[in-house]
């Protein structure tokens, strides 16, 4: 912990001279290089021992604020080529990322390559870009529960697209991405290998106030071998809608998917296979000719800066496995096929000053899993007292001192606020965090 906390004391110095960077973008012409980055961390603690997460059995996705026991970092490099008197433009990003749980040393997580794509603009004499490599693909994101609801392209082999299309006063996206499914039970086995197209349609104007945004997604994974399995293909669809105006901003979501265009998280554009990796054994746990999900999210937000900030969302998930539990001989046992999700919860931040506010966060996660036989519920609450660099919800960096409360159902014992580093809350039903944490973006 202590070489990353002098790690982002590091990155914060490279970020000191960001203006440095931007007085080398003007005198470097048609050279430009730039960079950017951000930085999590901090130390934690519970009632026993090293902060834990609080999350709800069958979620990734967890209610951030004095709940994150982790570390993590991304910096970016964008080196751009552009002659003063022409439009068209070339540019290379590339970003290393490192992640690092609580109670982890430094040295076990690696940095990874997270995007490294070539980027060209305004080939087509307009303002459609060109790309190629591995890339974040206009993800859509909701903060307070880190939550990326339509992320198609991240941990992708490669991909390509052309964005920014216009068509009719709209905007056209076409994508393709290459994904690659290792069987670590049985690493001496060929890879499989899928593909996802992804387009989409945005910023269909409805009003001044409120534009509407598309998405259609098609996805081929190879036949498995090893397990008999045929080729699959799977689809997905959905939309959301933005509204913004005055303090107000607001998003609707709805996102299904089929086969195995599902996904195992937020994380990831990468489509479910059927077999899970337990204790070194394949297990099957998705029949993708039957299974499906749909997801649904609100996101609204009230900022009214210089006096206070109030965020809120709901969020429903309703996945079905397509298959019960099996047995040794892959045979379904039961019909406990569904998994379903209800998040409810908000962060209010009340500014005393430009550079301190407190905020507190409350939320509710609701989990019905037929699969586990899980049914119940956690409420968390968390009191963060803040020193930031200015007004508003996303203003960066920001030093946070927080308190953090959780209680769960009985039926959550053993599976919630637990850790291969902390395993005091096994048998509990509630739980006190307690810490520091740096947030910092540029």
Excluded: C
Aim: zero cysteines; hydrophobic letters at 30%; aromatic letters at 16%.
């Amino acid at each position: 912990m202590k070489k990353y906390l002098v790690f982002t004391l590091l990155q914060f110095g490279v970020s000191a001279m960001a203006q440095t960077g931007e007085n080398i973008e003007k005198t470097m012409s048609p050279h430009q290089l730039s960079w950017h980055g951000y930085v999590r961390t901090g130390i934690g603690g519970s009632n026993s021992g090293q902060m834990v997460n609080f999350l709800t059995p069958g979620n990734v996705h967890k209610y951030r604020l004095g709940n994150e026991a982790n570390s993590y970092s991304e910096l970016t490099l964008n080196y751009k080529y552009k002659e003063q008197d022409k439009k068209e433009s070339f540019q290379v990003y590339y970003t290393v990322a490192k992640f690092n749980p609580y109670g982890e040393r430094f040295e076990e997580q690696k940095p990874y390559t997270a995007q490294l794509y070539v980027e060209m603009s305004d080939l087509f004499k307009d303002q459609s870009k060109l790309w190629a490599g591995r890339k974040y693909y206009d993800r859509q994101y909701a903060d307070m529960i880190d939550y990326f609801w339509l992320n198609t392209g991240q941990t992708a082999n490669y991909g390509v697209g052309i964005k920014d299309i216009l068509w009719k006063k709209n905007k056209l996206n076409f994508a393709f991405f290459q994904f690659k499914y290792r069987d670590k039970t049985n690493p001496g086995v060929k890879d499989l290998n899928s593909y996802t197209f992804d387009v989409r349609l945005k910023e269909m104007f409805i009003s001044l106030n409120v534009n509407l945004n598309f998405v259609g997604l098609f996805s081929y994974r190879t036949e498995d071998v090893l397990h008999t399995l045929a080729a699959k293909k799977g689809f997905g669809m959905g939309g959301w809608l933005n509204y913004k105006k005055g303090f107000i901003t607001h998003v609707t979501s709805v996102i299904y998917r089929k086969g195995p265009q599902m996904t195992q998280n937020g994380y990831t554009g990468q489509g479910l296979y059927e077999f899970q990796d337990k204790g070194g054994k394949a297990v099957r746990e998705y029949d993708l000719d039957k299974s499906y999900s749909f997801i649904m999210g609100n996101f609204f937000q009230y900022e009214q800066k210089k006096n206070y900030t109030l965020h809120a969302i709901l969020t429903y998930v309703n996945k079905s496995y397509g298959i019960g539990n099996v047995d040794e001989n892959k045979q379904s046992t039961d019909n406990r096929k569904t998994l379903n999700i209800l998040n409810l919860g908000g962060r209010y931040i009340k500014y005393i000053s430009k550079h301190f506010n407190i905020a507190v966060e409350a939320g509710n996660e609701y989990v019905k899993d037929s699969r586990r036989g899980v049914e119940g519920s956690m409420q968390k609450i968390s009191l963060v007292p803040q020193i930031s660099w200015d007004y508003g919800y996303y203003s960066r960096p920001v030093l946070r001192f927080f308190v953090t409360y959780a209680h769960w159902s009985d039926s959550f014992k053993g599976m919630t606020g637990i850790d291969n580093n902390n395993l005091y809350f096994k048998d509990k039903t509630n739980g006190l965090t307690y810490g520091v944490q740096i947030e910092y973006w540029w």
